[in-house]
């Protein structure tokens, strides 16, 4: 497709319940971005990938969180354990280049909404 | 610690006037900007970027300006339409790192 694919669009799972949450990037974007939007607040950064570097994971909120990319394709969050603060928006962005080096933007999908009951 | 602040969650203007979005930042190492804009349910849209050497950036409708000694940026939307109606975030970025910080937005509405 011509943007970021996200799935599922919403998932609703019981607290200490495995998620895991699926981004298709923009074919030929090297950049991947995963975000968590909570209500009423920012859009939060949680890891980014760079082509075949290591990733930043300086944003994961703790090590319940991981996220994994096969080269400049598909990526997955997984969040293991769920908690009831976990419910948020999650949305992944790419990008052309290393954004932030190269001021390219970033094109972000739909998002997953996931509630934890 | 929120290092971009939007401080107004809404605001209201009417069809055909100028909307003004602002945005506060603290830290003094960004150098990059952005706006996007968000419709419910869709990820935000990139709207108009802003490097830090640049005081003014314009894009048909759309004009960002940046005020460094007050870390402070705006957008104009002159004139404002009813599709404009949307949340809009800012985000900032530095140039040694790989993170977008962004603002917790801004909900335009615009009255036909």
């Known amino acids: 497709g011509a943007g970021v694919s996200q799935s599922p669009s919403n998932k609703v799972t019981e607290k200490g319940k495995d998620v895991e949450l699926r981004c298709d990037p923009i074919?030929?974007?090297?950049?991947l971005y995963w975000y968590r939007q909570r209500l009423g607040q920012g859009l939060e950064f949680l890891i980014y990938?760079?082509?075949?570097?290591?990733?930043?994971k300086s944003g994961l909120p703790s090590d319940r969180f991981s996220a994994e990319r096969t080269g400049e394709s598909v990526s997955t969050l997984t969040i293991q354990r769920t908690q009831q603060e976990d419910s948020a928006v999650y949305l992944c962005?790419?990008?052309?280049?290393?954004?932030?080096?190269?001021?390219?933007?970033?094109?972000f999908g739909d998002g997953t909404r996931l509630s934890i009951l | 610690d929120q290092q971009v602040k939007q401080n107004s969650p809404s605001l209201s203007v009417q069809e055909g006037r100028i909307s003004i979005l602002n945005c506060d930042y603290t830290?003094?190492?960004?150098?990059?900007f952005l706006w996007y804009k968000k419709y419910p349910a869709e990820g935000p849209t990139f709207l108009i970027s802003?490097?830090?050497?640049?005081d003014k950036n314009e894009d048909g409708r759309f004009t960002v300006f940046l005020n460094k000694s007050a870390k402070h940026l705006s957008l104009h939307i002159v004139p404002s339409q009813p599709g404009d109606s949307a949340v809009y975030f800012c985000?900032?970025?530095?140039?040694?790192?790989?993170?977008?910080?962004f603002g917790t937005g801004t909900s335009l509405t615009v009255i036909p």
């Open positions: 962005a790419s990008s052309r280049q290393g954004t932030v080096r190269s001021n390219q933007p970033q094109h």
């Open positions: 074919s030929g974007h090297t950049a």
């Open positions: 990938f760079q082509g075949n570097s290591a990733p930043d």
């Open positions: 830290n003094s190492m960004f150098d990059y």
């Open positions: 802003i490097s830090s050497i640049k």
């Open positions: 985000a900032a970025s530095a140039g040694t790192g790989n993170q977008f910080y």
